[in-house]
């Protein structure tokens, strides 16, 4: 027995030091709180040491069940804690996997929709997928949130197939659910950095900031700004009300933030009731995200008490809660009572109220108080403005565009109003069924507008230079013209129209099969004729009114057909903007190029016959009213129209008419005089004298 006692003991021995070491195993490993140990990177067997080696292009991956460590005294809320070191598991496959599309960093198709959460994401999606179904743009879809769900899953979640072409982007952090504001503002602008260099978008689009994260609306913001990228933040309606923008390509909706619209409204005397009608239109439009146009309002001289009371509580743009600061966007212009204007003041009085600051930016948009708006009026002028002024199908800025504007109206008479208008439709096949149907049609008309319509900017300084040289000319020395437009229209339209044939120019009008709806309704119970025609419509009244025969048997008759309203009323369209709009079924988008082209008289032409009508009107015109030689040599300089006349006042160095031989020449020995602002400013002060028969400037005194 005594044989087995060394073995026994030894054997205890074993076993309680095998409960000594699984104690101390035990009792030494780390809480879950406890911050990792960190190994010494061995840098011999680094992936980036080896560059086949798979692991170097393969993400992280990252589970829902790893945290970061928690600090001992978190400052932020307990949720939101971690403000480690940022690192990007997913961005780089999906960036460097579109270096097929990287171009010139101004000239690209890449459109980016940025979301910080699953429910904007739902919003926005839909249109981006819309947007990509139009193969305009290149479409990008960035997740910037603390959501953990994978990328398949969101889009599982969202209804998303392979027939939605949009590039995903994974632009979440690592330890994102628990990353605090501060550590989430600094990641999405560090992934708009990333995304900027691999691809530069035009734009960027997100949702209504009440949806969106507060640290991604923050820094979205202000990382776009530093870009200098537009974005786009969509109202919360959008899927509904906004798909349209999904149509526009790259280069329009890069306009987004730079395209800015003032509204000018002329009032006659007499005309509160058509007035507050228009300002309530104006208020009531839905103007989506984008900021308030600025409000001109040119006032009588005798305001009436109901338009006085209503412009003392007009507030424009509405207050905002959420804004810290208020800006008025009102400017009453109130005329000093004097005689009845002639067709000359009352044209510079109007075209004088607005002058762009950026012309190739800065628009006018010209509405006549017997106007009433659309509540879905400014989705269409936006939409249009973008994609027939800034895309990259409209003409360049300075290189001979002939649109001059956007007509919100669909007249129903000639400018003259001898006849019923009626605008053209055209034959368009369905894309699926090929099948032939007849459609209105927007189309292109050399015809002013001055009930509702846009006028671009640098066109609107050019009919300034027009208009200055065009009053400025000497009656005696000018044959008198026809008159073109009817004088239920006002004056500045006839000067308008000089320009425009001289130039080639047009405005886009709207067509839709909707019928007796429209953009712009325009009522003629309250119709008030222009001030400066307003005499002669009197005088003509009292002439064609003689004092009838004294004869009691006479019968009184009437013809019901004279009785009939010559302008047709519409009401204002309250569908959505994409409604109107030919789907992908029908058509494309229209170009300008593929649209109807009308003459000023209404009839259909084509380009080559409209492009020689116009350089004909302009010789002539230059010859009869701008008193040229037949020798001259114009030059035309972009935002003038100096070019078109020659008298001893031109300004442009180009030729001068001697008027009393008829006889043009041409100062080729020396270059051009080119005259500073004050010059100009003091010549065109003396010409305004000399319109009030003030004499020089010495003289006035």
Known sequence: MSHFTPWRRRRTLYGLMACIALYLFFKNIPPPDHPPIRLRPNYATSPRNFPNDPRRSKPIPETSSQKPPRPDKPSEAEKHYFNGPIRFNRLAVSLHAIARLWSQPDKNKNVLFAAS????????????????????????????????????????????????????????????????????????????????????????????????????????????????????????????????????????????????????IHAPPHSSGSLLRLLKSIEAADYFSYRRPHLTIELPAEIDPPSLRYLEELVWPPIDPSAAHHASQVTLRHRVPRRASTVEEAS???????????????????????????????????????????????????????????????????????????????????????????????????????????????????????????????????????????????????????????RGYTLLYPNFPSGRESIASVHYELFQPPEEFSKSKSKSAANDSPIPPLDPSETFETNPNAHRPKHIESTPLTTTL???????????????????????????????????????????????????????????????????????????????????????????????????????RQSEFEAHLRRQGAGSPDNAS
């Not at 939605?164 to 999405?188: G, L, Y």
């Not at 933030?257 to 000018?264: G, N």
């Not at 109007?350 to 800065?362: H, M, W």
């Not at 078109?644 to 270059?671: E, M």
């Open 117 to 264: 959460n699953l429910h904007s994401a739902s919003e926005l999606i839909p249109i981006a997928c819309e947007m990509a179904d139009w193969d305009r743009n290149e479409v990008h879809f960035a997740l910037m949130g603390r959501d953990d769900l994978e990328l398949d899953e969101i889009k599982l979640l969202n209804g998303v197939d392979d027939e939605c072409k949009i590039n995903w982007h994974d632009a979440r952090p690592d330890f994102s659910p628990w990353s605090s504001d501060f550590r989430m503002e600094i990641s999405v602008a560090a992934a708009l950095g990333h995304i900027q260099t691999f691809m530069h978008p035009q734009v960027v689009i997100t949702d209504d900031q009440g949806r969106e994260d507060g640290f991604f609306t923050k820094a979205i913001r202000a990382k776009a700004s530093e870009l200098g990228k537009s974005i786009i933040e969509l109202p919360p309606d959008a899927s509904h009300n906004m798909m349209w923008i999904a149509r526009l390509d790259s280069t329009s909706l890069a306009a987004w933030q730079t395209a800015y619209v003032d509204i000018l």
């Open 578 to 680: 994409t409604s109107l709009l030919p789907s992908r079924g029908h058509s494309n988008i229209q170009e300008l190029s593929d649209l109807p082209l009308l003459s000023y008289q209404g009839n259909s032409i084509s380009p080559e016959t409209f492009e020689s009508t116009a350089r004909s009107f302009t010789a002539d015109f230059r010859r009869h009213v701008g008193l040229c030689g037949a020798n001259y040599n114009p030059i035309v300089e972009r935002l003038k129209a100096n070019d078109l006349f020659c008298d001893r006042n031109d300004r442009s160095g180009s030729g001068i008419v001697d008027l009393d031989n008829d006889q043009p020449f041409a100062r080729k020995d020396r270059a051009p005089v080119v005259k500073d602002d004050s010059e100009i």
């Open 348 to 502: 510079i009085r109007l075209v004088e109220s607005f002058y762009p600051a950026r012309p190739a930016n800065s628009h006018v948009l010209v509405l006549s108080p017997q106007v009433e708006l659309s509540p879905i009026y400014f989705h269409f002028l936006m939409y249009s403005l973008l994609e027939y002024k800034y895309s990259s199908t409209a003409a360049p800025i300075g290189e001979g565009s002939s649109l001059m504007g956007l007509s919100l109206e669909l007249p129903s008479m000639h400018l003259n109003e001898s006849n019923m208008f009626s605008p053209p439709i055209v034959q368009q096949a369905s894309k699926k069924s090929g099948d032939r149907s007849e459609r209105p049609t927007p189309f292109l008309w050399q015809a002013p507008n001055s009930n509702a319509a846009l006028y671009f900017g640098d066109k609107w300084v050019e009919f300034h230079s027009f208009l200055t040289s065009r009053v400025s000319l000497d009656p005696a020395k000018t044959p008198e013209r026809p008159h073109l437009i009817s004088e239920r229209y006002p004056s500045w339209l006839e000067y308008i129209l000089e320009l425009m044939r001289a």
